[in-house]
């Protein structure tokens, strides 16, 4: 049996789901077991029947239980959400990308007013950190008002970059204040990455699928794509990167290996060493797009793919967006050996980035704030991935597939062959539900049936019923 903590973050019924959910997943029960009585359970963890009541309610809302009258709850078979096999590659040749059209679209339905935003990926938003962040904000304007308003220095603001160096030594690597490039997002640190390696047509190796940002980004530099396999639990297929390189010139990789968007996939360590030793062995560099390492749900943090380079060819991408402040857009790069030409590049393109917000979140890292938030960011995603997968599970046709993020905020989903993943948007659009098809994770347009969908939203009843309405859509095809 578990120990209750009454001192930490989180609620003692969430405590209780997560021990009965870890007790499903590791097999100790077994789809048709009955729960403990809510009394036996109670008497045994020393809290309240209601308490109990609670979390078993929680578990039948993440489909993972269900109640039978005058019987009790029981586990749920969950045969309809079954991984996924990694999508094969052999054939894939570098090819330009054609996704903007498209990524126009998606972009107008996820800002349109009134919409339910399952096609943005906004992780932070599941638990906002406004409070936190406006109270850091007070403090740096009641000690800094007019000098918080100026230009910030091209490179960042000294004392971001130092908190952000600091961060990177907890984590077991040395990374100096002067190496981190203060940027616009991450986004504008993949561009400033990918134009200081790589020039119009060279060939960019990408997960598949991978973020569509990137394969928007890669479309306007007039650069090529070509597609590596990559497994829906594991991440990265070295044996298929090795023969891609084999067989083509690639200039370059960009991979999200700690954690991938949208398959929420993770390339234990040991892989990810191994890659860096295959690129630096054949003098490729390595864009990682590190984004999403915070928000791991076991709480483990994974080792920066830099901290295993012995060459300098590893670029590292990183932003405050996905864990904590979107609109702030603040990110970073560790820019390896191409610092000069990332320096120059940055200089031309942004000059520098709000000085306002890298004060604020420069005063958010050091007041232990940030850390605070992530630790009680991450159940309440774990927590929406279950909800969520339970209920596709339960609206969606039985064909099907989902997959299971280690962490992140959206599920990847395969549907039946049937479904047309752009005409669902379009039918989901109509019914103020935003989505994300398939084909904007793929080069090649690959994925026709599946689609992304985000839980990185405040819960609600309208989640809900927005889900259901999209199974009946699906069905329907």
């Known amino acids: 049996m578990p120990t209750i903590s009454r001192q930490g973050t989180d609620f003692i019924y969430q405590q209780v789901t997560r021990f009965i959910s870890g007790q499903i997943s590791s097999g100790v029960l077994q789809p048709g077991d009955r729960l403990p009585s809510l009394r036996r359970l109670s008497d045994r963890l ?95 304007m009641a000690r800094a008002e007019e000098r918080s308003i100026g230009y910030a220095p091209s490179d960042g603001e000294p004392s971001l970059r130092r908190q952000i160096a600091y961060r990177y030594l907890e984590l077991g690597g040395a990374v100096e204040p002067e190496e981190v490039i203060i940027t616009n997002g991450g986004q504008e640190a993949l561009s400033l990455a990918l134009m200081a390696v790589a020039r119009e047509g060279d060939v960019i190796a990408v997960e598949t699928p991978t973020y569509h940002g990137a394969l928007e980004l890669i479309e306007s530099l007039g650069m090529l794509a070509l597609e590596i396999e990559t497994c829906p639990e594991e991440g990265l297929m070295l044996s298929s990167l090795r023969s891609a390189i084999d067989r083509h010139d690639i200039k370059v990789c960009l991979f999200a290996s700690a954690l991938n968007n949208p398959l929420g996939s993770a390339t234990p360590d040991e892989h990810r060493q191994e890659l860096v030793a295959l690129l630096e062995a054949h003098d490729i560099p390595l864009i990682e797009d590190d984004v999403y390492g915070d928000l791991r749900f076991d709480g483990t943090r994974p080792s920066p793919a830099r901290f295993y380079s012995e060459k300098g060819l590893v670029l590292t991408v990183g932003s405050f967006s996905k864990t904590v402040a979107p609109g702030y857009r603040v990110g970073w790069l560790l820019p390896g050996r191409y610092e000069e030409r990332v320096r120059t590049l940055k200089r031309a393109l942004s000059c520098s980035c709000g000085l306002l917000q890298q004060m604020t979140l420069t005063e958010y890292l050091a007041s232990g704030e940030y850390d605070r938030h992530i630790r ?73 049936n599946f689609i992304r969908l985000s839980f990185g939203h405040p819960w609600s009843d309208r989640i809900e019923a927005g889900l259901e309405t999209l199974g009946q859509l699906v069905s329907g095809h």
């Open 46 to 140: 020393s809290i309240s029947v209601p308490t109990v009541r609670q979390a078993y309610v929680e578990l039948e809302r993440q489909g993972r239980v269900e109640s039978r009258p005058q019987s009790g709850f029981y586990v749920r078979a969950r045969a309809r959400n079954a991984l996924m096999k990694p999508a094969p590659c052999r054939d894939c040749k570098p090819a330009p990308v054609r996704c903007r059209s498209l990524i126009d679209r998606v972009y107008e339905g996820i800002h349109r007013p009134g919409v339910l935003p399952f096609g943005i990926a906004n992780p932070s938003m599941a638990k906002p950190a406004a409070k936190g962040l406006n109270r850091a904000m007070k403090r740096v």
């Open 376 to 448: 009680a960011l991450r159940p309440v995603l774990e927590q929406n991935a279950e909800r969520m997968t339970g209920l596709i599970g339960r609206h969606f046709p039985g064909e099907t597939k989902v997959s299971r993020p280690k962490g992140g905020s959206v599920l990847w989903l395969e549907l039946p062959r049937k479904v047309d993943g752009g005409h669902l948007f379009g039918q989901a659009l109509d019914e103020n539900i935003s989505i994300c098809p398939g084909m904007l994770y793929s080069p090649s347009r690959r994925y026709r």
